[in-house]
């Protein structure tokens, strides 16, 4: 199993940024996915989630409205759209994929996810 996390970079606050995760060795339909992110000093904490479908996400309160998750089956990926970016979004972020059996949204601690990927990094300046 690979999964190839991309899109960081730097940016000024309020700006955008795409990240994508590409999976590969796995059925990818089969597998909810999750953004975290861990910033340095901190803990790793939820970021987004959404269920194998696509039709079912959550996100972190700090989140909501500005980062929206989707899924692409055909190319094997899930992206974090990341607008009005923030200087407390500065993070590397990872992808983690977690086998479900239904459409259950996969839940927000990353010790149940399975697969992760190698992270990439985000930096907003103020």
């Known amino acids: 199993v690979q999964l190839q996390a991309s899109g960081g970079g730097m940016v000024q606050a309020g700006g955008s940024l795409r990240l994508s995760c590409a999976a590969s060795?796995?059925?990818?339909?089969?597998?909810?996915v999750g953004w975290f992110r861990q910033a340095p000093g901190k803990e790793r904490e939820f970021v987004a989630v959404?269920?194998?479908?696509?039709?079912?996400?959550v996100y972190a309160d700090s989140v909501k409205g500005r980062f929206p998750v989707s899924r692409d089956s055909d190319k094997s990926t899930v992206y974090l759209q990341m607008d009005s970016l923030e200087p407390e979004d500065t993070a590397v972020y990872y992808c983690?994929?977690?086998?479900?059996?239904?459409?259950?949204?996969?839940?927000?601690?990353?010790?149940?996810?399975?697969?992760w990927g190698q992270g990439t990094l985000v930096t907003v300046s103020s």
């Open positions: 060795g796995l059925t990818f339909t089969f597998y909810g």
């Open positions: 959404i269920n194998r479908s696509g039709g079912s996400t």
């Open positions: 983690a994929f977690k086998r479900v059996i239904s459409s259950v949204t996969p839940g927000t601690d990353h010790r149940a996810y399975d697969y």
